[in-house]
């Protein structure tokens, strides 16, 4: 079954610097979504992602962070100037049409020292 | 704003059943959502049903919706200790992107 890639599994970031991470969705998926999960909280959306720009933001997602789809398979969130408080899991999501359910990769843990 | 909220904690013996319950308040919500996250996995989609069903089947797992008490529930049947794990009640805001808002997770112990 198709399923929804992350690299890499864990990132260990001094803060300050810039971090990329990386999503490879399911191929024929049309919507990308990121979300985290900070240590003992709930998964927070953060951005959907359609037709090559951001739909929607949640206030979570300030001018540090960004998305792009550099190609056809790949779907990366950019971290500009980590924070601690950036630590967390980060897990992606895509899917076929929005009513279809979103597939979720299996998440980087973010580090920040 | 949306709310879902769950129980944190769940133990069950093995071959009983579990149930795990959700509460929401978007009443516009169109789908909800069961997930399953194992320890340092990622969150697999267990099921999901249309908020114009009040029941749905899926080979031990049954979800019971009652709309009108925004209340969502999860049934495992013969519960196995491979079940242990967070459930996750997610709803579909019903507008915008159709993001999803989460429940706290509820951590299902089974004990042999």
């Known amino acids: 079954e198709p399923e929804v890639t992350q690299t890499p599994s864990h990132q260990v970031t001094q803060m300050g610097q810039e971090v990329i991470l990386r999503c490879v969705p399911i191929s024929n998926h049309l919507y990308f979504y990121w979300y985290r999960q900070i240590l003992g909280q709930k998964v927070e959306f953060l951005v959907s992602?359609?037709?090559?720009?951001?739909?929607?933001k949640s206030e979570i997602f300030d001018d540090q962070f960004s998305v792009e789809r550099p190609d056809g398979s790949n779907f990366t969130l950019k971290i500009r100037s980590t924070k601690l408080e950036d630590s967390a899991m980060y897990f992606c999501?895509?899917?076929?049409?929005?009513?279809?359910?979103?597939?979720f990769g299996d998440g980087t843990r973010l580090s920040i020292l | 704003g949306e709310d879902v909220e769950q129980s944190l904690f769940l133990s069950v013996r093995e071959g009983d059943s579990s149930v795990i319950n959700c509460t929401y308040t978007d009443s516009s919500s169109t789908y909800l959502y069961w997930y399953k996250q194992e320890p340092g996995a990622g969150l697999q989609l267990l099921t999901y049903?249309?908020?114009?069903?009040d029941m749905k089947q899926d080979q031990r797992l049954t979800v019971l919706l009652n709309k009108k008490d925004k209340h969502l529930s999860l049934r495992i049947a013969d519960t196995q200790t491979g079940d242990s794990a967070i459930y996750f009640c997610a709803e579909m805001e019903a507008s915008g992107t159709y993001k999803y808002i989460f429940g706290t997770g509820t951590r299902l112990k089974v004990l042999a």
């Open positions: 049903i249309f908020s114009n069903m």
């Open positions: 992602f359609y037709n090559n720009e951001i739909s929607e």
């Open positions: 999501a895509s899917s076929g049409g929005l009513d279809q359910p979103q597939h």
